[in-house]
């Protein structure tokens, strides 16, 4: 049970960056990632195309909880979470430290809570 929590936290966590970078991106950067707004619409279509990679991680995460075959949806499951804790270490080198919190701490805590079956 914890772990299905954890991974619908994951989940909407993800389908908040997707938003965030797709379609909010020049509203509310600024105030999340501490840019000036210049830059915030100088990186609007990079941040959109980043958008659209988490995007695809939610739908990944979806099949995860949505798939009938167990075997199937635990692959996509386990997979999607792995693509969210490497993606979040990366993002904790390259941009911030934060971003490891964000996206790697859920995402490796509800793989750890299923491997246990918490």
Same mark, same amino acid.
């Given at each position: 049970m914890?772990?299905?929590?954890l &991974? ?6 993800? *389908?908040?960056?997707v ?18 707004? %210049? ?5 609007a279509?990079? !941040?959109? @195309?980043? /958008?659209? &990679? @988490?995007?695809?991680?939610v739908? !990944?995460l979806?099949?995860?909880? /949505? ?7 635990? %692959?996509?499951? #386990?997979? %999607?979470?792995g693509?969210?804790?490497? %993606?979040?270490?990366? /993002? !904790?080198?390259?941009?911030s430290p934060?971003?490891?919190? *964000?996206?790697?701490?859920? #995402?490796?805590? #509800?793989?750890? !809570? &299923? &491997?246990f /079956?918490i």
């Amino acid at each position: 049970m914890i772990a299905k929590i954890l &991974y619908l936290v994951v989940v909407l966590i993800h *389908v908040y960056i997707v938003l965030l970078e797709m379609v909010f991106w020049k509203k509310r950067a600024g105030r999340v990632f501490r840019m000036p707004q %210049a830059l915030v619409e100088q990186t609007a279509p990079m !941040a959109s @195309n980043q /958008g659209l &990679y @988490n995007l695809f991680l939610v739908v !990944a995460l979806l099949l995860g909880i /949505g798939l009938s075959d167990p075997r199937l949806a635990t %692959a996509f499951g #386990a997979y %999607a979470l792995g693509c969210v804790g490497v %993606a979040g270490l990366w /993002g !904790a080198l390259t941009v911030s430290p934060r971003i490891a919190l *964000v996206q790697t701490a859920p #995402a490796l805590l #509800a793989l750890i !809570a &299923y &491997y246990f /079956g918490i």
